[in-house]
């Protein structure tokens, strides 16, 4: 391990995520995150601030679903040390509504809320919000990634196969 600091990790992480350098940011973000891991286990109050700002950059970078894992993460540490009501969980919460509403505008769903999945069931975005304010991750990562990945594999889509 690097002899650095995690709290200089960190700091050398947000100054290069505020810089706009994000390869940069997430280097330091992941080797502060190793470095914390090794030292104080999965579910310190650091490592789920790490994690957060990994979800930053990767939702910067456009990695949708690598984002939200982070942030899933995160926020379940949060919520198990500090609680479902605090700031810093609810900072999390709306880290990933924001990058969901940001992938329903990206997907062209907009208003629409039921997308035809590949396995011929209605795959709700609503549903996958709700499931994620319920704690339900595992399964509102299911549903999003489902309709993400209709949606990006079906950019033709006419009007009779969206709801």
């Given at each position: 391990?690097?002899?650095?600091?995690?709290?200089?990790?960190?700091?050398?992480?947000?100054?290069?995520?505020?810089?706009?350098?994000?390869?940069?940011?997430?280097?330091y973000?992941?080797?502060a995150?190793?470095?914390?891991r090794?030292l104080?286990?999965?579910?310190?109050?650091?490592?789920?601030?790490i994690l957060?700002?990994i979800?930053l950059?990767?939702?910067?970078?456009?990695?949708?679903?690598?984002?939200?894992?982070?942030f899933?993460?995160?926020?379940?540490?949060?919520?198990?040390?500090?609680?479902?009501?605090?700031?810093e969980?609810?900072?999390?919460?709306?880290?990933?509504?924001?990058?969901?509403?940001?992938?329903r505008?990206?997907?062209?769903?907009?208003?629409?809320?039921f997308?035809?999945?590949?396995?011929?069931?209605?795959?709700?975005?609503?549903?996958g919000?709700?499931?994620?304010?319920?704690?339900?991750?595992?399964?509102?990562?299911?549903?999003?990634?489902?309709?993400?990945?209709?949606v990006?594999?079906?950019k033709?889509?006419?009007?009779?196969?969206?709801?």
């Open positions: 391990f690097s002899q650095r600091r995690v709290p200089d990790l960190v700091k050398n992480g947000q100054n290069a995520l505020i810089n706009g350098n994000n390869d940069d940011a997430l280097n973000f992941k080797k995150l190793k470095r914390e090794h104080n286990g999965d579910g310190s109050i650091l490592a789920a601030r957060h700002n979800g950059v990767l939702a910067s970078n456009g990695e949708s679903l690598a984002a939200m894992n982070s899933e993460e995160a926020l379940h540490i949060r919520q198990d040390k500090l609680g479902p009501g605090s700031e969980s609810a900072e999390t919460t709306a880290q990933m509504i924001k990058l969901l509403d940001e992938i505008i990206q997907s062209g769903i907009g208003e629409r809320k997308v035809k999945g590949n396995n011929g069931t209605l795959v709700d975005i609503d549903v919000t709700n499931l994620l304010e319920w704690g339900e991750y595992d399964e509102a990562e299911r549903v999003l990634s489902e309709c993400l990945d209709f990006t594999s079906n033709e889509a006419t009007d009779d196969e969206i709801l």
